[in-house]
Nanobody, 121 residues
Framework: QVQLVESGGGLVQPGGTLRLSCAAS????????MGWYRQAPGKQRELVAT???????NYADSVKGRFTISRDNTKNTVYLEMNSLKPEDTAVYYC???????????????WGQGTQVTVSS
């Protein structure tokens, strides 16, 4: 089994900074892409950013220039540095990972439990 555990959420003022972390653990052979998604109250879950195993990032237009995704493959961990936060960034942030548990098995997408980010004065 594979577990993803997020940390780093909280309350921050507009213009502030937060750094989220998500560590994958368990029966992991390799991890392909990892990513961050968010879901605000009454809205669908949306893509924030993804990063390939080689470190190539992709961002939603709404966060380009403000958020940075990175990963440490030695720790099976993905990070999201969030700068210039806005009230509309308020949401539960979820990480996911495309994991191969055995070399001959297909990959499976795993999700974390989510961490709340609130941007408010």
């Amino acid at each position: 089994q594979v577990q993803l555990v997020e940390s780093g959420g909280g309350l921050v003022q507009p213009g502030g900074t937060l750094r989220l972390s998500c560590a994958a653990s368990g029966s992991i052979f390799s991890i392909n892409a990892m990513g961050w998604y968010r879901q605000a109250p009454g809205k669908q879950r949306e893509l924030v950013a993804t990063i390939t195993s080689g470190g190539n990032p992709n961002y939603a237009d709404s966060v380009k220039g403000r958020f940075t995704i990175s990963r440490d493959n030695t720790k099976n961990t993905v990070y999201l540095e969030m700068n210039s936060l806005k009230p509309e960034d308020t949401a539960v942030y979820y990480c996911n990972a495309d994991v191969r548990v055995l070399p001959w098995r297909r990959t499976t997408i795993y999700w974390g439990q989510g961490t709340q980010v609130t941007v408010s004065s």
